[in-house]
């Protein structure tokens, strides 16, 4: 009887997908912080504040689980404490992840003094950096994570102030927006010079952007322009692949992100509310897909029901054209029961296999 | 005194002005009505929240989002500033009470603001705590307001394992309360699991399951 093999290789099945090839399985993709830290015994503020622990948090607890990405340090709050405000670590066992404390821009007057922050020194940029040279230690691709340009801008100056100006002092907007695409820039420009454009993978998260938030006429005139400007200012840095987390309900503005160049491949990741067939028939040519598995039914439900959906999920995306790796839609729940977290990786070894 | 023609007008004014966030028409109109001694009460219930509730379908339809939410609602506000104060006391028809908050551990309270604001427009007496709200607090105050409803909000999925908590501390100290709960990890399914009585998937369909647990609660003191 001859038997696959069932052995750890971070990164090898995703760097099969992002080279053009088929890997033996889909590769299963974390999104794993509170649950990592819990995993180990560590705080979860740890995960945001220490990047050692935050990354060997993740490296054990990947391997335990049948992870096959590498770890990444980062959180949704990103730009609040970069730009000057101050953001909270999580304390009590409630909170999952950094949360805002004060916003560096509270009025018209707050956004004239502001400065492009350096990005060898503002906020949490010199753990990512640490994190980084750890990823680097131990031969991974290096991530940088950032939020993306409406939800930065949205933490420098609070997410109900951004939509109040969107309508009342637009071109205040569009002046932050720029400021945040300056930014991502320069903070990617200095991975690459560090590190070399061939091993950066930028990784971007824009909730704030969804359609709970916004309509898609204010993604296309607010957001679009300034994703694509960065995108395609981080490809000119020779940077291969970037990884957009398309997080929430972004189904109305999916024909503005199928215009933004992500690489060859890019990688997209959905959460539950964007279907993954509509996800495939916007990005499946051009990009890797990921996910989206309900984080509210890997807390709240059944293993089987975990086990369930994560079979539909490879079924339906598991030969989407450039690839498919499942993956949760937001962040695997901090308190999730285990055994759910562990039924991802039954589901791809039990249907994620290719012939 | 206006006359029916004025006064139609007025009150066609207010409504726009909340539809089309206006906030200083808002304001402006209401002084107008003051002065022109429509009665407040009709000013705010014809004028100002019936604007709220066009603005509500509106957001149901998609035809607004979040950005014109919040602008309505400052309209809203800048006119129930004005007028509030000039309600004669026995019109003041409270419909019920609520009280609303973003649980502990979550500091995300756009969602709750929006539902704040439906339930002010149609008349309750809002309660709003806030958000990271200690659980105990909830609790302190639908004992002191005795609040027929609690509305519980919550974004993450860690503060989210909080709602059945602070459901149970709830109903240990009071048996006639409905308690609702919305955001975004929430479902129906998971609400009902949790132990609350109704769930609102957004600010929109709120103020309907509010009222729907109100009414939940007479039958419920009727059969006693």
């Keep these: 009887m001859e038997l696959k093999q069932d052995k750890i290789v971070l990164s090898k099945r995703i760097e099969a997908l992002l080279s053009g090839q088929r890997p033996d399985r889909v590769p299963l993709f974390h999104f794993t912080f509170g649950f990592a830290a819990r995993n180990v015994g560590y705080s979860i503020a740890s995960m945001y504040n220490d990047p050692e622990k935050s990354f060997m948090a993740q490296l054990w607890t990947f391997e335990q689980y049948g992870f096959d990405s590498t770890p990444d340090f980062g959180y949704a709050s990103y730009g609040e404490w970069e730009f000057g405000g101050k953001v909270r670590f999580p304390t009590n066992e409630w909170e999952q992840a950094p949360s805002h404390k004060s916003f560096a821009v509270q009025s018209e007057e707050d956004f004239k003094k502001i400065r492009l922050p350096d990005v060898k020194k503002a906020g949490m940029l010199p753990m990512a950096m640490e994190f980084s040279k750890l990823q680097d230690k131990f031969g991974m691709p290096i991530t940088i994570t950032l939020g993306g340009n409406f939800t930065i801008a949205g933490n420098i100056c609070s997410p109900d102030k951004l939509s109040r100006w969107m309508i009342k002092k637009p071109k ?3 002046k932050l927006l720029q400021l945040a695409t300056n930014h991502i820039l320069e903070v990617i420009q200095y ?36 994703l694509r400007e960065t995108s395609e200012k981080i490809l000119v840095m020779g940077i291969k692949h970037i990884l957009y987390h398309i997080c929430g309900d972004h189904n109305l503005n999916l024909p503005y992100w199928a215009r933004v160049p992500m690489g060859n491949p890019g990688i997209v990741s ?75 990786k039954k589901a791809v070894d039990d249907f994620g296999w290719y012939d | ?108 309270d756009i969602g709750k603001n929006l539902v704040k604001v439906m339930f002010d427009a149609a008349g309750w007496i809002v309660h709003d705590l806030g958000k990271d709200v200690k659980l105990e607090k909830f609790v302190e105050e639908q004992q002191r307001t005795n609040s027929e409803i609690v509305g519980l909000s919550t974004l993450m999925t860690t503060s989210m394992l909080a709602i059945p908590k602070v459901i149970k501390m709830i109903r240990s100290q009071s048996t006639n309360v409905g308690i609702m709960v919305g955001g975004a990890p929430l479902t129906r399914d998971i609400a009902k699991r949790y132990g609350a009585d109704g769930y609102a998937e957004n600010a929109g369909t709120a103020v309907q399951e509010g009222v729907r647990l109100v009414e939940m609660l007479k039958k419920r003191k009727a059969q006693k």
Excluded at chain 2, 46 to 64: F, I, N, S
Aim: aromatic fraction near 10%; proline fraction near 6%.
């Design chain 1, 172 to 174: 205040l907007v569009h």
């Design chain 1, 191 to 226: 991975w690459v010079d560090t590190f070399g454009a061939e091993r950066v993978r930028p990784r971007i998260w824009e909730p704030l952007a969804t359609n709970s938030i916004i309509s898609p006429k204010q993604f296309e005139k607010f957001v679009f322009p300034y």
């Design chain 1, 270 to 344: 959905f959460g539950q509310q964007v279907a993954l067939t509509t996800a495939i028939k916007y990005f499946g040519n051009k990009c890797i897909i990921a996910g989206n598995i309900e984080p509210a039914i890997i807390q709240n439900g059944t293993p089987q029901q975990v086990y369930e959906l994560c079979k539909q999920c490879i079924e339906k995306a598991k030969y989407a054209p450039r690839g498919y790796m499942l993956m949760p839609g937001c962040e695997i729940p901090p308190m999730a029961p285990p055994y759910n977290v562990y039924m991802m």
């Design chain 2, 1 to 108: 005194m206006a006359s029916r023609k004025k006064t139609q007008e007025l009150l066609k004014g207010l409504y726009n002005a909340v539809v089309f966030y206006d906030e200083k028409a808002a304001a402006e109109l209401s002084k107008v009505a003051l002065e022109e001694s429509i009665d407040a009460y009709t000013a705010i219930t014809d004028g100002l929240a019936a604007g709220m509730k066009k603005v509500g379908e509106l957001y149901a339809a998609q035809e607004y989002f979040v950005p014109e939410l919040l602008l309505c609602s400052d309209a809203l506000y800048a006119g129930l500033g004005v007028l509030r104060p000039h309600i004669k006391v026995k019109q003041a028809k409270v419909k019920a009470q609520i009280v609303i908050g973003v649980v502990e551990g979550d500091i995300h």
